[in-house]
């Protein structure tokens, strides 16, 4: 089994910055991609930010130049940098892992966790 644990997120004001991460834990080989999710009130969730092989980084619109997404590969680790937050990005954050573990393929998300931004 495999399990993700976020942390990082808070109340902040506009322009300010906060780090989301994200660790996977159990019995995992490898993790061959990382994603960030959000959902605002009454939206859908969407996607803001990928990286696969720990290289290839992909970033929605509304995020790209604020976001940057890095992993850790010896703790099993993704990150969120956000900077310059704005209330238009208060949403419940997600993060996502594709890889192998004992059993097999895995994707799994986390719990999420709650990034409000005041203005």
């Known amino acids: 089994q495999v399990q993700l644990e976020e942390s990082g997120g808070g109340l902040v004001q506009a322009g300010e910055s906060l780090r989301l991460s994200c660790v996977a834990s159990?019995?995992?080989?490898?993790?061959?991609?990382w994603a960030w999710w959000r959902q605002a009130p009454g939206k859908e969730r969407d996607l803001i930010a990928s990286i696969t092989n720990g290289a290839d980084q992909n970033y929605a619109d509304s995020v790209n130049g604020r976001f940057t997404i890095s992993t850790d590969n010896a703790k099993n680790a993704v990150y969120l940098q956000m900077n310059n937050l704005k209330p238009e990005d208060t949403a419940v954050y997600y993060c996502v892992s594709r890889g192998y573990s004992d059993s097999g393929n895995f994707a799994k998300w986390g719990q999420g966790t709650q990034v409000t931004v005041s203005s």
């Open positions: 159990g019995s995992v080989v490898s993790i061959n991609k």
